[in-house]
């Protein structure tokens, strides 16, 4: 176990401690009625979905990957600090029962449980109205008294490692915000990470949403940052005040981006593979707007030539020969398709070494043709979710 606490500067370097969550029984309450509120097209077939995740680990792990899992951090540091009564009373606080008989039976449920983690699965999976006895059946609703959470495999949101610091996000959506919770405990309270040493830049109580799709580590100094569906300018500049004054980051990259629900984070349309080559999806290129955001008493905004983003990029990271991997290629039809299953969401394990779909075979054919070397995850079920291997990792150390 690595008694180092976060290091994260990099996109590509090699990768070592990461943090994944296995899709669990979440997924299977997951109902038609609700896909929309709950940021879902579809409902992935759990079997199939937990398959294609242990293989995704194993991959991980033959590489050499320390793998932790969500669930297993937040059950330890419950126990550390035996906080189990405080987890699930601040979970509860969120859970929107607004019943008092109702939340007391929920919170005799889940102290009953006597496996930590399998509490902490549960508050995950949500409450079926059928597991609450009320002879008021008619007032309850109709399908869940507490929501589940299968947005939880796509770790890379609810919390974003920066340097040797943290960020606990604001999620955009209501129906997200209770994934913070996790994260905060383990922050809080897991002897692993609790350490003064420890910086947090960002708060889950903060009122401007942020989420750590949308934020890209592209060396010891610059961070990109999308402002996109999920991501204010507001809490970009509240994060910029304690990077600025707490880390070694001089310079933040902002991408304003579509808020289309394909281009929800900067991660699902521009990230980096080598030390000199990146992938973005050419639909928005053409109504990107890039500003500038550095160190400085004024920390004011520039803005930036857009049509000189290779430029910036080298000017700005002090590489030569910066190249974009166009997703799709120069189809259009390919770009939206595999736009659509996360083709330009890939993670790197390593410079020029990255994990990606199968399903994007344009895509991953220029990677092949510049030189990327690809580890390629089969998927049918996990893609479901819009999320690619990026979004499914939260990396903690990279050498």
């Given at each position: ?32 009625d609700d ?10 077939f759990?079997?199939d ?23 297993q951090?937040?059950?330890e ?19 929107s029962?607004n ?35 009320t ?16 947005n939880?495999?796509?770790t ?23 994934e ?8 809080r ?8 040493d ?10 401007a ?16 940052i ?20 707490k ?54 905004l ?5 049509s ?19 997703a ?44 990327i ?27």
């Amino acid at each position: 176990m690595r008694l180092n606490l976060i290091n994260v500067k990099s996109e590509i370097s090699p990768l070592k401690t990461v943090v994944l969550h296995r899709p669990g029984k979440e997924l299977e309450n997951l109902i038609p009625d609700d896909l929309n509120e709950l940021l879902f097209d579809d409902i992935p077939f759990l079997e199939d979905a937990q398959s294609e995740h242990d293989a995704f680990t194993k991959l991980l792990e033959d590489v050499g990957v320390e793998v932790l899992f969500l669930d297993q951090l937040v059950a330890e540091a419950i126990d550390a600090r035996n906080v189990r009564e405080q987890f699930i009373k601040e979970w509860l606080s969120e859970a929107s029962v607004n019943n008092k008989v109702n939340e007391d039976q929920i919170v005799s449920i889940l102290m009953n449980i006597t496996d930590t983690k399998q509490m902490v699965n549960k508050t995950m999976e949500g409450f079926r109205r059928t597991e609450i006895s009320t002879s008021n059946r008619e007032r309850l609703p109709a399908y869940f008294i507490v929501n589940p959470m299968p947005n939880l495999y796509f770790t890379r949101d609810p919390f974003a490692s920066l340097g040797n610091g943290i960020v606990v996000s604001r999620m955009f959506s209501e129906t997200r915000r209770r994934e913070t919770i996790y994260g905060d405990y383990i922050f809080r309270y897991h002897p692993r990470f609790v350490s003064d040493d420890l910086p947090k830049y960002y708060s889950r109580n903060e009122k401007a949403s942020i989420e750590g799709g949308d934020i890209l580590v592209l060396s010891e100094e610059v961070l990109a940052i999308g402002l996109s569906q999920r991501t204010e300018l507001a809490s970009v500049r509240t994060l910029a005040k304690e990077l600025f004054s707490k880390s070694s980051f001089r310079k933040i990259i902002l991408f304003e981006i579509s808020d289309k629900r394909q281009f929800m984070h900067l991660d699902t349309v521009f990230t980096m593979v080598d030390v000199n080559k990146f992938v973005i999806h050419p639909e928005i290129e053409e109504n990107l707007k890039l500003y500038l955001l550095e160190y400085s008493a004024e920390s004011e905004l520039k803005r930036l030539d857009e049509s000189k983003l290779e430029d910036i990029l080298e000017e700005l990271l002090n590489v030569s020969n910066i190249s974009l991997i166009r997703a799709g290629g120069n189809d259009e039809i390919a770009a939206m398709r595999e736009q659509w299953n996360d083709g330009a969401n890939m993670l790197a394990i390593a410079p020029g070494e990255v994990v990606v779909y199968h399903r994007n075979v344009v895509t991953n054919q220029k990677l092949v043709e510049a030189g990327i070397k690809l580890h390629i995850l089969k998927c049918s079920e996990l893609v479901r979710g819009r999320g690619g291997p990026r979004c499914m990792s939260m990396p903690l150390w990279r050498d």
